[in-house]
């Protein structure tokens, strides 16, 4: 086999072209069609479904749903005392 100058490395230009364009594919393609994420569950979603599911009473459901609710309205409260 001769070497003549028009192959690098071993490989034809053409295939150096297709490896340069795959790799650019791959980094390029955006991250969401690759892989799905799951969106992780809020602890009110959770609660609705251990209710639904009948793991948690009616009156625990409620007051577990009054704890989450009161932390949710401070740590807003927080976030916008700490804006001023």
Request: no cysteine.
């Amino acid at each position: 086999m001769m070497y003549d100058g028009y192959h690098f490395g071993g490989m034809h230009m053409v295939w150096w072209f297709l490896w340069v364009l795959f790799i650019f594919w791959v980094f390029a393609t955006p991250y969401t069609v690759r892989v799905q994420r799951k969106v992780k569950d809020t602890p009110i979603e959770i609660l609705r479904k251990r209710f639904a599911a009948g793991q948690v009473s009616k009156e625990d459901y409620q007051e577990r749903k009054t704890i989450l609710e009161n932390e949710l309205i401070n740590r807003e409260e927080t976030i916008d005392a700490s804006a001023i």
